[in-house]
């Protein structure tokens, strides 16, 4: 059983919006923070938004006012949400979900593409 599943990637015109979505099974994943991170074609994998298990969250300057990440957690799971407003050309990436602390565990990664 893959732990960490990402979904909600796809294809959108510049100023569109998306919103990504990753299931996390396992109690491990509500007591650390949780990460959305993204890789674009040719460049290192970058951490784009967290956010703690208490709420807090943390985005990177780029994507400050257009996207935002929530939790919510169960028992046994933590599911994630970035919703991405305004997107822009520069957001086109692989996005991976990332928790459980160090090193922790990845999900698979969705593709979004901006493009007009």
């Known amino acids: 059983q893959v732990p960490v599943v990402e979904s909600g990637g796809g294809v959108v015109q510049p100023g569109g919006s998306l919103n990504l979505s990753c299931v996390a099974s396992?109690?491990?994943?509500?007591?650390?923070?949780m990460g959305w991170w993204r890789q674009a074609s040719g460049k290192q994998r970058e951490l784009v938004a967290a956010?703690?298990?208490?709420?807090?969250?943390?985005?990177i300057e780029s994507v400050k006012g257009r996207f935002t990440i929530s939790r919510e957690d169960a028992v046994r799971k933590s599911t994630v949400n970035l919703q991405m407003n305004n997107l822009k050309p520069e957001d086109t990436a692989v996005y991976y979900c990332?928790?459980?602390?160090?090193?922790?565990?990845w999900g698979q990664g969705t593709q979004v593409t901006v493009s007009s």
């Open positions: 990332k928790g459980g602390g160090e090193p922790g565990y």
């Open positions: 396992g109690g491990i994943f509500t007591v650390y923070a």
């Open positions: 956010i703690t298990n208490d709420g807090r969250a943390n985005y």
